[in-house]
């Protein structure tokens, strides 16, 4: 009876412990994936917060399964390394081309990243991810501040103009741009009666859109140039 007993409390402290350090290597992994969402949500960007943390515990999560279900330390080995391609995908679905243009690198670059952090905390590595995220958010608003600062990081300024000859403003808009050497990235036009209006995006640093809207604004075929807001590339 007492060796029953005494197999049962073994049993219940072993289960104790596998459930304690699951939950420690999730709850770690959440915590460090919305650290890193919550600044990507701050600033706007397509993958923020709920998509950090999703990826950061997912990753974890299966880190953590590879490790309880597989039958020898090569096949958990082989389960994890799956994650890499699935994030891969999913980073490539952040990315997107136009024209001589990419953005969402940064976005794509994020998700892998976060991604290896909760693979470490689902391996129960605490310290290599609490400091993975440390260089992470250093990397994200330090750096981000250094490229603004120093005007490093190209933008996409949004510019609507009016007037009345819809051709002769497209014509307008491609010479300028051959001028200052630069690449549009779309066009909506809006036909109307006495004026129609331009709305194009424009990829350009600081100094060039100062230069461009100048421009724009010294045209005789435009009735009003308006800036509709900068985006900056990822």
């Known amino acids: 009876m007492n060796s029953i007993h005494s197999i049962i409390e073994l049993l219940r402290n072993e289960l104790g412990v596998v459930l304690s350090s699951t939950l420690a290597r999730l709850l770690l992994a959440t915590t ?17 917060l709920r998509t950090n943390i999703f990826i950061c515990f ?4 299966f ?20 994650i890499i391609p699935g994030i891969g995908f999913i980073g490539a679905g952040s990315i997107l ?12 670059a994020t998700l892998f ?9 689902g391996g129960g590595l605490y310290l290599t991810a609490c400091f993975a995220t ?15 600062a120093f005007s490093l990081k190209p933008f996409i300024t949004t510019y609507e103009v009016t007037g009345r000859n819809v051709d002769g403003m497209l014509r307008e808009v491609n010479r300028l741009l ?4 630069l690449t549009i ?48 590339h990822e």
């Open 32 to 48: 460090l994936g919305g650290m890193i969402g919550l600044e990507r949500q701050l600033r706007h960007k397509p993958a923020g």
């Open 58 to 61: 997912g990753a974890a999560m």
């Open 63 to 82: 880190t953590v399964l590879s490790r309880q279900l597989a039958g020898t330390e090569s096949d958990s080995t082989r389960i994890a390394a799956q």
């Open 97 to 108: 081309h136009a024209r001589a243009s990419v953005t969402g690198l940064t976005t794509a």
């Open 113 to 121: 990243v976060v991604a290896s952090v909760g693979m470490a905390a």
């Open 134 to 148: 440390v260089i992470i958010l250093i990397a994200l608003v330090l750096l981000g501040r250094m490229e603004a």
């Open 178 to 181: 051959d001028v200052e050497k």
């Open 185 to 232: 990235q779309s066009v909506h036009i809006a036909s109307g009666d006495p004026e129609s209006r331009i709305v194009f995006a424009v990829d350009c640093e600081r100094e060039q859109e100062s230069v461009f809207s100048i421009r724009l604004h010294e045209s005789s075929l435009f009735g009003s140039v308006k800036s509709l807001g900068v985006t900056e």
